[in-house]
Every structure is written in C-alpha cells, then in structure tokens.
C-alpha cells in the first residue's frame, strides 16, 4: 500500500468522506474556513499555506487588501481550522536593501527544510518572481534572494535537499494573466544560486490545457514525490482554476511517473464559483499524517476565501495510477 514518508500528525483537520461521495478529494463541510474578512483590512484571503508549528499551526497567508494590494500575512492556529491572523502584514527583514524593496507578494508556500520554516512566494520585483525568505518563528521572516528573474510564479520548495541541493519548482510566465506555463525544476547548493533546470511537464488536454502550476509542497511517498498542483482552462467566460495531481521520481523529480488526467478536484462548490475570481480551486498547502495517510489541502477558493479538503494518500496515489496519462 502507497504510504508517506514523514512525521505523525496526530492533530491533523480531518472529516471522513461522506458515505457515497465518489471523489478522491472531498470538501470540509464547514467551508469556507477563513472568511474574507477575517481581519479589518482583507478583502479577501486566498492561496495560503500552513505547516505544523509547536504543537498547533502556523502560516503565511495571501491577503489583498481593500487598497487591493497584495499583502502576506503571518497566522497562527490551534487546530488549523479557526485561524487568527496578525492585523500587520509581514514587513521582511535581512541585510540587503535591493532585496527587500516590497512591491506586493501573493500565493505563499511554506516548508520546513533542516532547521527552519521557508517561504516562498510570488515576489514583485519589476514584475513577478520568487521571493525566498525563513523564519523559526513566524514573528521574524529574513528575506533572502529572489531565486529568479522575472516572470516566474508558483515556486515551490522539496521538503529536503535531493542529491545534496536545495530544489524548487516553478513556472516561468510573462507579466500579466499568463496564457501558457510548464513546470520547470531547479537546484540550488545555498538557496541563492539556482541551476540545473530541467523541464518537468506542460500543458494537457481539458482543465490543463492553458497552464499549470506546482501547488503545496511535494509530500513524499514510497511511490515518488505526489506533487497536487493546478491547471487552468480557457472558456469562453475566463479562466477556470482545477487540481490534479502527479508522481515525480524522488532522485529526479523532473521525471513524470504518472499524471491525472481528469482533475482531482474542480471549482465546484458555490465559494469555488462565486467570488472576486470565479471558478477558482487553488492549492498551496497540504498537512500529512504519515501513520494514517491522511491529507488536509489547504486552497484558495475564487480568489476570495480559503478552504479545506481531504484525501487518504493510498486512494489517491491509485487515483494517480489509474487515471495517468504522461
Ligand atoms: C493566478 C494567480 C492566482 C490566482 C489566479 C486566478 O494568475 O494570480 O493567485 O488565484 O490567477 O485569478
């Protein structure tokens, strides 16, 4: 049976699948967990990420303000579901001045790497890159290097060095609403200097076929990395905003194993299609719990709220296995 590799999370948020629901990923009944207005300034909070932190939950949170500016804020939470967000948004900090002028930051992953809590962000400096900073705390974040030029999104960080080198994904795009974008991969030996890239996958037919993106950070399991990332069609009224999920091959990532082809889940429920962004599903954080296999997806829902979804790590990996298409 497919497992993860990684900690217990005995506190992990979870709801058992309703009986007779057929999808691999179902919804928390209660959602939306965060309103948009959790704090006095949000106008909306989407696209966030959260982690296990000393016995609760902590996170970086995208939130557009009612200037609707794009802000990250950090979030604590006793059982990651009611979150309590500081009213301030994360004013970074660290020695080199070029490097920590903010323009706006949005759809933050985090990750624990050794000894510290990365985040990585979609980081405006003369148009969107990857902003890079750590924190142990999520009081303190020291911002480190834009990991590349301009036009990348969705940078998202392995939760350890691979053969003795930092890696991320990522997705190169232009300066606006991206109309293509594949899935790159690259190394670094500092978290400064990245190299190597290699191609990882494109765009497919339906829900895929304008542009993907990596989503939470990989969860490791004995099958490869299970990478849940986001695939984006074109109607004829806008862009629609899926999840599907993949196999990476845990030496070389950049392999493909297997691939959905129809999406794990789709802008469905009514906070997913009605929104500042309609028909949005928008993955960027996912807590494991090794002993059971249970996954909690942390998404954003249109652009204006965040939810909660569930999988089961074995379901899902036969999902990924019987639905592929590479
Ligand atoms: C993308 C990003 C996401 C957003 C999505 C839908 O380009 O800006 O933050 O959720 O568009 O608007």
Not at 47 to 66: K, L, M, Q, W, Y
Not at 292 to 312: E, K, M, N, P, S
Request: aromatic share 14%; charged share 20%.
């Amino acid at each position: 049976m497919a497992t993860i590799i990684g900690d217990a999370l005995p506190n992990i948020p979870w709801q058992e699948k309703p009986l007779g629901d057929h999808n691999v990923v179902w919804r928390y009944s209660s959602n939306p967990i965060i309103p948009r207005n959790l704090i006095p300034t949000s106008n909306s909070i989407f696209n966030s990420a959260v982690v296990p932190f000393e016995g609760e939950f902590a996170g970086v949170f995208r939130c557009d303000d009612t200037r609707r500016e794009m802000q990250l804020h950090s979030g604590r939470s006793k059982d990651g579901i009611s979150w309590e967000l500081s009213h301030e948004r994360i004013h970074f900090e660290g020695d080199d001045q070029e490097s920590l002028r903010w323009e706006y930051g949005y759809d933050p992953r985090v990750c624990w790497i050794d000894d510290r809590y990365y985040v990585t962000w979609c980081n405006g400096y003369h148009g969107p890159t990857i902003g890079v900073a750590y924190t142990h705390d999520f009081k303190t974040f020291t911002k480190l290097e834009n990991s590349f030029l301009p036009f990348n999104r969705n940078g998202v960080l392995f939760p350890r060095k691979l053969n003795g080198k930092y890696a991320m994904l990522s997705r190169p795009s232009d300066n606006g609403h991206t109309p293509f974008g594949d899935i790159f991969y690259s190394e670094s030996p500092d978290m400064a200097y990245w190299g190597k890239h290699r191609w990882v996958m494109g765009r497919k037919g339906g829900w895929q076929s304008t542009k993907i993106g990596a989503g939470p950070t990989p969860i490791e399991t004995t099958e490869g990395w299970l990478l849940v990332y986001h695939g984006v069609l074109t109607s004829c009224n806008g862009f629609v905003y899926s999840a599907g999920a993949a196999l990476l091959d845990i030496d070389e990532p950049w392999k493909v194993i297997y691939r959905t082809a129809p999406y794990i889940m789709s802008p469905q429920a009514l906070y997913e299609c009605v929104g500042d962004v309609p028909n949005v599903a928008f993955p960027c954080a996912a807590l494991t719990d090794a002993p059971t296999g249970r996954i909690a997806f942390y998404y954003g829902c249109a652009d204006t709220v965040t939810g909660l979804a569930f999988a089961q790590v074995d379901e899902l990996i036969d999902f990924v296995k019987n639905n592929s298409s590479v």
